[in-house]
């Protein structure tokens, strides 16, 4: 695979890695960048990146709902400037959208909400005549919606971050349905939202993570801690290499510190720093006299790929 100024700077973006590390990394992993990222973090060149490229569009990503919080919906819609996005125009024409896609079950993607119609027109011609007005490119990016199973006692929360740059949507469920009535119920979805839109989980918890992702990361930290004894060993002669059964701890120590990191009930709580969500969860459902369950969220940025736990398929039914 050819390697370019493109694909470095991809997996310097990525990483945070210089350019001259970056290049060699690619080198030795023949172009491969989810190799290459590897590679760096072995060598100890580049953090556990948790979403991958930067966020450079400009637009708005809205989280709606609807009243009984049963069905949820989640749109991108881009522009050139962020002059642009805070005009009216283009904060009603994205409203309109979210709306259409939140009541509307046959949207299943952006292609079917295109071909909707509000005021005489559809999307794609009202989005024609913004780019007329406003002298910029508008695109319909993505578009995305929720509904709870029928039968199971669950409820959204939608929580929208600095003007529409994070949106994000969290589904939680509970053993009684009067709990969803009281409003101490609906600040824990709340109070996760802001964890999910704050700290980036990926998934809810361990269990939700992929079988292949976990033995790339157990990979990548071995590989780590190889390359830590050799250059102990290089630097010092006399170094005597730690017996597999301290390293085989220390393995797990870092996979724990992994798996804290990017799942969302192992997290800490961004207001309580020794506490982690779940300890948060359980303590703040007590006086409900029931237990809230996290079952899913998507947390979306602008110009990012969408970041949905992996649990969501389960949990949520999307479009339906």
Not at 39 to 65: C, D, H, W
């Amino acid at each position: 695979m050819q390697i370019t100024a493109k694909t470095i700077k991809e997996l310097r973006d990525r990483t945070g890695a210089g350019m001259v590390n970056c290049k060699e990394a690619l080198n030795e992993c023949g172009g491969d960048i989810e190799k290459a990222v590897d590679y760096l973090r072995e060598k100890g060149l580049a953090a556990t990146n948790k979403r991958s490229g930067r966020t450079t569009a400009q637009g708005i990503v809205l989280p709606v709902m609807t009243a009984d919080r049963k069905n949820a919906a989640i749109i991108e819609v881009n522009c050139e400037t962020d002059f642009v996005a805070k005009t009216e125009d283009f904060k009603n024409f994205v409203a309109h959208l979210a709306d259409l896609a939140l009541n509307d079950p046959s949207v299943k993607n952006m292609t079917d909400l295109e071909t909707k119609s509000y005021d005489g027109h559809t999307v794609a011609e009202h989005a024609k005549m913004l780019i007329a007005k406003t002298g910029e490119n508008i695109t319909l990016n993505r578009v995305e919606r929720f509904k709870v199973p029928a039968g199971v006692n669950a409820t959204f929360e939608v929580y929208s971050h600095g003007d529409g740059a994070i949106g994000v949507i969290v589904q939680g469920q509970a053993s009684k349905p009067e709990t969803w009535k009281n409003e101490a119920a609906i600040d824990i979805l709340h109070e996760t939202a802001l964890q999910v839109a704050g700290m980036t989980p990926l998934y809810v918890s361990a269990e939700n993570i992929p079988a292949e992702a976990v033995e790339r990361e157990k990979a990548v930290i071995s590989g780590q801690m190889k390359n830590e004894e050799a250059e102990k060993k290089a630097a010092d002669p006399d170094y005597k290499v730690r017996p597999d059964s301290v390293l085989a701890k220390i393995a797990e120590g870092k996979l724990n510190k992994f798996f804290a990191d990017i799942t969302l009930l192992k997290q800490e709580y961004f207001k309580e720093n020794k506490t982690t969500m779940e300890a948060y969860i359980k303590n703040a459902s007590k006086p409900l006299n029931d237990l809230v369950v996290i079952n899913s969220f998507t947390r979306w940025a602008l110009g990012e790929e969408s970041a949905k736990d992996a649990s969501a398929e389960a949990a949520c039914s999307a479009g339906a």
